[in-house]
């Protein structure tokens, strides 16, 4: 779809008669990433589903021509204090998910933010809330300084790229990345886990945009403020076991939200696992039900 400018890639699931579910993925992550078994669940439970790539990820619109990004230099400016200046910010990405909507012809719909997609949908819930029914952070953060950082082992991986472009060495980075940001209570089988990186690898690998996107949710800040002024029904869901992004950081969402339900799910970590793909599938389908009756916030 041509959407806010730029071409965005997209899939559906479930029907299209039925409210719509939007799903914002994370840092770097394929719209591959939501496991198919969470879509059809979601879909089964009568919601209709869009997920798509975000910019700079995936089959979407890339930002080549704004340079390659250093991901540590990002984090030593913020540490220090220094101005930032990012390609796009995370309130574009917002945008981007709207046109898509709009390209659609989809009036207004429930969003759902994974880990960066939980830091996109409170900018679509506040800046464009006449289009939000209701709003499900899943693992994420306000982004407020103070919150206890990751485990090293995890922010480690996350910060680090594969030795070579060699697919072999591709394959074996990405699977311990997923290794180390997993939670304890839901270790994955070697060979699913193969078969879900590699489906990402083989669909695109193009590693130059997280740094880009990362620069725009660092430059995004606390957003503690932005969280206080959403009015759309909201569902925080997170693992206990986050070694990325701890519980804490859930936690600090759902305060920050006024009425916001929170949902820890213990032995979870930063990931969706098989097992949690219908029960986590029907507590947001439940939610999207019960905001369906509320009135849609003005724009």
């Not at 390609?87 to 574009?92: C, I, L, Q």
């Amino acid at each position: 779809a041509k959407a806010n400018g730029l071409t965005i890639a997209y899939e559906t699931s479930g029907d299209p008669r039925d409210p719509t579910i939007l799903l914002v993925m994370g840092l770097g992550a394929q719209l591959t990433l939501w496991p198919d078994a969470f879509v059809e669940a979601l879909a089964a439970n009568g919601l209709h589903v869009v997920r798509y790539d975000n910019r700079d990820v995936g089959l979407s619109s890339d930002f080549d021509s704004l340079g390659v990004v250093d991901m540590n230099e990002v984090m030593m400016k913020a540490i220090a204090g220094q101005p930032l200046s990012p390609p796009y910010t995370v309130a574009d990405m917002a945008a981007d998910g709207i046109g898509l909507l709009d390209a659609l012809g989809i009036k207004s719909a429930h969003v759902a933010g994974l880990s960066m997609g939980g830091m996109i949908v409170p900018h679509m819930a506040t800046k464009h809330a006449g289009r939000v029914e209701s709003m499900t952070v899943i693992m994420s953060s306000s982004g407020r300084r103070g919150l206890p950082p990751g485990k090293p082992e995890a922010v480690k991986m996350l910060m680090t790229r594969p030795m070579s472009n060699d697919r072999a060495e591709i394959l074996r980075h990405s699977m311990a990345l997923r290794r180390a940001i997993g939670g304890p209570a839901y270790p994955e089988n070697e060979v699913e886990l193969r078969a879900k990186v590699e489906r990402q690898i083989d669909r695109r690998y193009y590693p130059q945009g997280i740094g880009r996107q990362y620069h725009a949710v660092i430059a995004d800040g606390d957003r503690t403020n932005l969280l206080r002024s959403v009015k759309a029904p909201t569902l925080v869901i997170h693992g206990s076991d986050d070694p990325l992004l701890p519980v804490e950081c859930g936690r600090d969402v759902a305060a920050s939200v006024p009425g916001a339900v929170m949902h820890e799910e213990p032995g979870m970590g930063h990931d969706i696992p098989a097992a949690l793909c219908q029960p986590l599938a029907a507590r947001i389908a439940a939610h999207c039900k019960a905001a369906k009756a509320r009135p849609v916030a003005a724009a």
